[in-house]
């Protein structure tokens, strides 16, 4: 199993979002499309979600964005209760069969202003394990990753200056 995880602060991608060119380079028509549909402050939770699980996976994928990998090519796509799956194609879809990972589980959560994604890399081997615990697994590490940015910003909000 691999595990990669991704923190960011919303506004961090504010300025980037207004970029066609990185909205292009990032998000595919489907992911742009269904952000379009939410009201604004929505949107900007929902591609920051996006753009953190993608990386999120890259890490799982042990590459970054290089080696001919971007995020485009790491679809998060909604299943049948709303949860994020993940897609992979061209090159990220080969890395990933390269190293092993059959399968991928992602967990995406929103705490004030920060956004924090786990993912987990399957082998064939872990593929016996429950796909349900898993994401349970994932899951709680998501809310872990956030209480602890949480105590530690209401820790630094309270020095004295």
Known sequence: MRIGIDVLALGELDRLH???????????????????SFGEGRTREFLAGRFAA??????????GCGSGLTPRQIRVVRDGRSAPQVRLTGPAARRAAEIGV???????AHKGE?????ALGHRHEDRADDPAAAGDAVT??????????????SAYDQRPE
Request: hydrophobic residues 50%; aromatic residues 10%.
């Open 54 to 63: 993608k990386e999120a996976v890259l890490k799982v994928l042990g590459t």
């Open 18 to 36: 207004t970029r066609p060119w990185f909205r292009r380079f990032v998000y595919t028509a489907d992911e742009l499309a269904l952000a379009e």
């Open 102 to 108: 059959s399968g991928l589980t992602v967990s995406i």
């Open 114 to 118: 920060y956004v924090v994604a786990v």
């Open 140 to 153: 709680r590490l998501a809310g872990a990753a956030l209480e602890e940015i949480a105590k530690r910003e």
